[in-house]
C-alpha cells in the first residue's frame, strides 16, 4: 500500500504561482510513476503530469506545457507541481497518483486507469 498527501493548495491570482507536493509513504519502491490530475467543477478529472521516478522522463499536456513542472526528489519520497503563470480555467481540486506498473510507453501514464494510489486532492482556485 501507499499512501499520498498533496498539499500546497490555496487561493492564489492570475499570473500568480503555487508549488503542490505529494508526499508518500509506505510501499514506495513499488512505485514507477508518479502522476497529476485535476477536476474542475462539473468537468472530468484530466491529466496533467507524469513524471517516471527512474530515469525522470516527464509527459505534460498541453494546456500546461511551459507554465508547469512536475519533479520528484526520491530521497523524500515526494513528487512536486510547480505553477506559474496561472490562469482562472487552473482552478480544480489537483491530485496525485502513484503507479506501480512499468509501462515502456510513457502515453500509457495519461491514462488514471494505470495509476493505483490515489491522494485525497488539494483545490487550487485561480482568481481574476
Known amino acids: 500500500q501507499v499512501q499520498l498527501v498533496e498539499s500546497g493548495g490555496g487561493l492564489v491570482q492570475v499570473g500568480g504561482s503555487l508549488r503542490l507536493s505529494c508526499a508518500a509513504s509506505g510501499y514506495t519502491y513499488s512505485t514507477n510513476a508518479v502522476g497529476w490530475f485535476r477536476q474542475a467543477p462539473g468537468k472530468e478529472r484530466e491529466f496533467i503530469a507524469t513524471i517516471r521516478l527512474s530515469g525522470g522522463s516527464k509527459l505534460y499536456t498541453d494546456s500546461v506545457m511551459s507554465r508547469f513542472t512536475i519533479s520528484r526528489d526520491n530521497a523524500k519520497n515526494t513528487a512536486y507541481l510547480q505553477m506559474k503563470s496561472l490562469k482562472p480555467e487552473d482552478t480544480a481540486v489537483y491530485y496525485c497518483?502513484?503507479?506501480?506498473?512499468?509501462?515502456?510507453?510513457?502515453?500509457?501514464?495519461?491514462?488514471?486507469?494505470?495509476?493505483?494510489?490515489w491522494g485525497q486532492g488539494t483545490r487550487v482556485t485561480v482568481s481574476s
Open positions: 497518483a502513484a503507479a506501480s506498473t512499468y509501462y515502456s510507453d510513457i502515453y500509457l501514464y495519461m491514462k488514471d486507469a494505470v495509476y493505483d494510489y
